[in-house]
C-alpha cells in the first residue's frame, strides 16, 4: 500500500462507509444485524476507526512494513 495522506485515507473510508460497502468487504461470518443504532455508539465507532487509519498512516510514514 502507498503512503497516503491520513486525511485521504479517512475521507475514503468515510465515502465506503457512508456508500453502504463496508459489507462487500465483510466476510460472510461476520453478522449483518444486531448493532447498536444509537447515535453515542456509532459516534464512538466512528473516532475507533479514525484512529485506526491515522495509527496505520503514521506506521507507513515511519516505514514499517508490518505491525508488531
Known amino acids: 500500500m ?3 495522506h491520513g486525511s ?8 465506503l462507509l457512508v456508500a453502504g460497502g463496508y459489507w ?7 453478522p449483518r444485524t444486531g ?3 444509537d447515535r453515542d455508539t456509532l459516534i464512538t465507532v466512528l473516532a475507533a476507526l479514525r484512529r485506526l487509519v491515522q495509527n496505520e498512516t503514521a506506521r507507513l510514514r515511519r ?3 508490518h505491525a508488531h
Open 8 to 15: 485521504t485515507l479517512q475521507s475514503q473510508l468515510n465515502s
Open 24 to 30: 462487500g468487504l465483510a466476510p460472510d461470518w461476520v
Open 63 to 65: 516505514g514499517r512494513t
Open 2 to 4: 502507498p503512503a497516503v
Open 35 to 37: 448493532y447498536a443504532r
